[in-house]
């Protein structure tokens, strides 16, 4: 089974939670003002950013003070009916058993257009008699519809934690992970999150889980764009999408090229289309619209993109016909990019070595690179001075007779013959 790092490392207690310590310190004050009566605002409001602990640090109180925490997000409470359910709840601070009760109105700008004015209005009243304490969360305290609500609210800004904090956090997942992590490493995807913990963490998670080593190397070619978190939405879009619009739509979404999208959907799509119809359809898709691809490529005629488009997206998500949604699946880095940026310094090498071969032997540096250069490393790996004779005839620089070599002492004895 999957288990996501954000869920099995979620903070369980105050302590744990990273960052904004005056937030939270202001908040526990709040909370805790209630045994001493009702304070004059009934209900925090908490907004921040995505991923840095909003919902998290309402858990770990609730826990850290033993209380009765009634969970509910935008779903719940969608309409006035809705809403006023909660009204009973709210109107006691302890529940039959003596606990403290706490009611979390959780990602309150999930609530949207005007069928949800009703909602906001009724939260309202309900914290205008609230005899326990209420907590509103969401991205934006600042939101028109929020404006009479916000009177009610103790206002308590979650900002996003540093990057040192960030980093901080990713340590301790590795300690307790087994896994050796170099601090370049870690620090490279600490920034990249900007503050979002919980996007770090995934990060992590996909690029580290089952290694015994996380190198820079590792993490270096994400490069600072194409945001996992991002992606991520994209692919869901695609791969879970039920409408042909709404999995084109993916495509203005994702911050990565047409190609780069192709190889994200590539490699996700068997772990995610588990039936094997499914799959062969997916399959299909992907193939036409790799197709169209190469016409482009052949042709430079970019009209071809819709139907690459149209392929890759829509031509995906429609393909899910039988699979069921089994809980929790990852998704992963595209291994064939990751393969190819990793052996790009690799490749260069071999063609600069093809280079100095089509000198001598008249032939493409290609085709030297195939076939020469296999023959190449045999000699240079097992006799001297024959690797010697033929670096002084093609002019090799001696990085290359390195790289033929492979060994150190090798290079160091056939350039001293050289020489
Ligand atoms: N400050 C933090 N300390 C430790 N872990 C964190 C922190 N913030 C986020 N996380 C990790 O990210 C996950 C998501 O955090 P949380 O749900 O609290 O974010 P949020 O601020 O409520 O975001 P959203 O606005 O998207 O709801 C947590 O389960 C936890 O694993
Ligand atoms: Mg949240």
């Not at 840095?52 to 826990?63: D, S």
């Not at 015994?212 to 991520?232: A, C, M, N, P």
């Not at 042709?299 to 699979?323: C, K, L, P």
Request: net charge positive; hydrophobic share 40%.
């Amino acid at each position: 089974m999957y288990h996501p790092w954000t869920v099995k490392y979620k903070p369980k207690t105050l302590k744990e939670v990273v960052g904004n310590r005056e937030a939270i310190q202001k908040f526990v004050e709040w909370v805790k003002s209630w045994n001493k009566g009702i304070p004059k605002k009934r209900a925090a409001f908490l907004y921040g950013p995505p991923g840095i602990g909003k919902t998290v640090t309402v858990e770990a109180l609730a826990n850290d003070l033993k209380m009765e925490l009634v969970e509910k997000n935008a779903s719940d409470y969608r309409t006035e009916e809705a809403v006023k359910r909660f009204a009973g709840l709210a109107s006691q601070y302890s529940s039959l058993f003596g606990t403290k009760r706490i009611i979390l109105f959780d990602e309150l700008d999930g609530l949207t257009g005007t069928a949800d004015k009703g909602g906001v209005k009724a939260i309202t009243d309900i914290i205008k008699t609230a005899q326990c304490p209420i907590v509103l969360v969401a991205n934006s305290a600042y939101d028109p519809r929020f404006i009479n609500l916000r009177n009610y609210c103790l206002l308590i800004e979650f900002k996003k934690p540093s990057s040192t904090d960030v980093l901080k956090h990713l340590k301790a997942i590795c300690l307790k992970e087994g896994i050796k992590a170099e601090e370049n490493a870690l620090k490279f995807i600490a920034q990249r999150s900007e503050g979002d913990i919980r996007s770090a963490v995934n990060d992590l998670q996909a690029l580290a889980q089952g290694k015994k080593h996380l190198t820079y190397d590792d993490v270096s070619w994400l490069g600072y764009r194409d945001r996992q978190e991002t992606i991520f939405t994209v692919l869901r879009m695609i791969l879970y999408g039920r409408t042909c619009e709404g999995a084109k739509r993916a495509v203005n979404m994702a911050d990565v090229d047409i190609d780069m999208l192709f190889e994200w959907i590539y490699e996700n799509v068997p772990a995610h289309l588990t039936d094997p119809h499914d799959l062969a359809r997916a399959m299909d898709a992907l193939s036409m619209a790799d197709v169209y691809r190469g016409r482009i490529r052949s042709t430079q005629d970019w009209s071809f993109v819709r139907y690459v488009i149209d392929f890759m997206t829509a031509g995906v998500a429609m393909a899910r016909v039988n699979t069921k949604p089994s809980g929790w699946t990852p998704f992963h880095f595209p291994g064939r990019v990751q393969m190819l940026s990793r052996s790009k310094g690799e490749r260069a090498m071999q063609l600069e070595i093809g280079r100095k071969v089509k000198r001598r032997c008249h032939i493409s540096a290609t085709r030297a690179s195939k076939e020469v250069l296999p023959y190449l490393r045999i000699i240079f790996k097992n006799n001297v001075e024959m690797a010697a004779g033929l670096a002084k005839w093609l002019d090799l620089s001696p990085e290359m007779i390195e790289y033929l070599a492979e060994n150190k002492e090798k290079a160091e004895a056939i350039n001293k013959l050289l020489s």
